[in-house]
């Protein structure tokens, strides 16, 4: 397991407790705060047709990039330097020592992404599943909401995904694909679910509690079940490799093989539509569910063999 990046005086809980909520702190308010101030120079019609521009963003193309800014500045912030500090200064942790607590072995890197790519064969079966969800007549309150901010969420993610130009592709790529694989990994796996070990006593439970906040963040009930079975996947990996870069790796992989397949299938060069929500048939969802398994003992025994080795 990689080092433990909390004050050991402190009970666990409370560690747990402060750095999640330091992070959607910085998340939801400072992040996006200092990114609408980054975005000033790239807003058309100043501040108050901005603001009014922002009820519905996606009938005006021209806010994209400002969007882009203001959603790369939370998750800078929110996930990556905020809680950085927060070790540095609260925990007097170096949050270095998580890249450099096991070494990184070229195999398990080639494994790990390649896992993750089969892996997205049998999780569109989730992905269905969840999305076809009816709540009984007690909830349907919750549904409508639910539901509501799904559709607002999908409607966002297309609009940030049609890409004009190979530079709003590159920007869309970094904001949606490199900073949330550093930062969501550095916060869940790297941060809380160490701590959530010490907590509970119980690797497992650690790993599927922040793989539930993980999803939870994300405020998207149906595609709630797929994301918690990603971040536990990605938590395995990182108590396997016992180094926060293996499920940075993952999670980047996962969302940027993702994003450069809309981009080409937008430039006509694939045509597969990965948004289109096709699913795959029950055979080839069973085939790549034993291959995603198979890959997934193979590199808990690679790691096992190999950390004595790194020790």
């Known amino acids: 397991m990689s080092s433990e990046p909390f004050d050991h005086q402190r009970p ?9 909520l330091t992070a959607m702190l910085g998340f939801v308010v400072i992040g996006p705060l200092i990114g609408f101030l980054l975005s000033i120079p790239f807003i058309e019609g100043g501040l108050l047709a901005f603001q009014s521009k922002l009820a519905d963003p996606t009938a005006y193309p021209e806010l994209r990039v400002p969007l882009y800014i203001m959603q790369g500045s939370a998750t800078f912030f929110g996930l990556i330097l905020i809680p950085a500090l927060y070790l540095k200064g609260m ?8 890249f450099r607590d096991k070494p990184v072995y070229l195999q398990s890197l080639v494994i790990t992404i390649l896992v993750v790519i089969v ?16 709540m009984p007549d007690f909830l349907k309150g919750f549904e409508t909401w639910a539901r509501e901010k799904e559709d607002v969420a999908a409607e966002l993610t ?10 709003h ?17 550095l916060v869940f796996r790297g941060m809380l679910q160490p701590g959530l070990h010490r907590a509970t006593g119980n690797i497992h439970a650690a790993i599927w509690i922040s793989a539930i906040l993980f999803s939870a963040i994300h405020l998207q009930f149906f595609g709630f079940v797929p994301r918690m079975l990603l971040g536990v996947m990605f938590g395995y990996l990182y108590y396997w490799s016992g180094n926060i870069l293996v499920p940075m790796l993952a999670h980047f992989v996962n969302n940027g093989f ?6 080409l299938y937008q430039l006509g060069i694939v045509s597969f539509d ?3 929500g096709e699913q795959a048939s029950p055979f080839m969802v069973a085939l790549f569910t034993i291959i995603t398994f198979g890959l997934l003992l193979y590199l808990k025994k690679f790691h096992r063999e190999n950390k004595n080795f790194a020790s």
């Open 158 to 167: 297309t609009y940030l995904t049609q890409f004009d130009t190979f530079g």
């Open 169 to 185: 592709f590159l920007l869309g790529f970094f904001v949606i694909a490199v900073l949330p694989g550093i930062g969501e990994e």
């Open 91 to 98: 925990e007097k942790k170096d949050p270095l020592l998580l």
């Open 12 to 20: 666990a809980w409370i560690s747990v407790l402060f750095i999640f």
């Open 274 to 276: 990965l948004e289109s």
């Open 119 to 134: 892996f997205m064969v049998p999780n569109s079966f989730f992905v269905e599943w969840n999305a076809s969800l009816s």
């Open 258 to 263: 993702s994003l450069l397949m809309v981009y």
